[in-house]
């Protein structure tokens, strides 16, 4: 029950001090799983942060289940998963009270803005973090590359295309890549036989 109530905490912080969605919360999911908890690895860390944004639903809520379940299974899952939707689900139900009113006060628009430089900062600082850990070949390097560029020329150009398949494009074109590189070294194990 401890562990359960610690999931359930810990994840609850990163809800209710983290704004701006899954990408801005990483680096701080990523210092309380990795660096302070030690219930995840760097490399662990990376694969959840991968496998979270290939799966449906947010980022932050996917890491948090399967990093829940795997210090304590279903339970872990649901409780960590709870604590991590817990505050953002209180706030806005309290925001929408009065949200009109709300939004008026000028101190509070102003720091609406703020926030949200700090999750465009966020967002780049995870992605950079992200990078550090990848293995960098030029496979990696052009897909890094090619995708950035798509995307903001995507978002300069105002064009609709979901990132969802700049992302299914990398990943075949990196799976494509492996079964050649596979079927090559498949080749040449055959001819030395």
Request: with cysteine; proline share 2%.
């Amino acid at each position: 029950m401890k562990q359960l109530l610690e999931l359930f905490v810990s994840f609850a912080k990163i809800g209710l001090f983290t704004f701006g969605g899954g990408y801005a919360m990483l680096p701080l999911i990523e210092r309380t799983c990795v660096e302070q908890k030690k219930w995840l690895t760097n490399d662990e860390m990376l694969n959840v942060t991968v496998i979270a944004e290939s799966t449906p639903g947010p980022i932050a809520i996917n890491c948090a289940t399967f990093v829940g379940n795997k210090q304590k299974g279903f339970l872990g899952a649901f409780f960590a998963t709870l604590g991590m939707v817990t505050p953002s689900f209180i706030i806005i139900l309290l925001i929408s009270f009065f949200l009109e009113s709300f939004l008026e006060i000028k101190w509070v628009a102003g720091a609406f803005q703020g926030i949200k430089i700090a999750v465009a900062v966020l967002i780049v600082d995870a992605a950079i973090r992200i990078f550090k850990k990848i293995e960098k070949n030029s496979l990696t390097l052009t897909i890094t590359a090619v995708s950035c560029l798509t995307l903001l020329a995507v978002d300069f150009l105002s064009v609709r295309l979901s990132s969802v398949v700049i992302l299914l494009t990398a990943a075949a074109v990196s799976f494509f890549v492996y079964l050649a590189k596979r079927k090559e070294k498949g080749g040449k194990e055959n001819d030395l036989s």
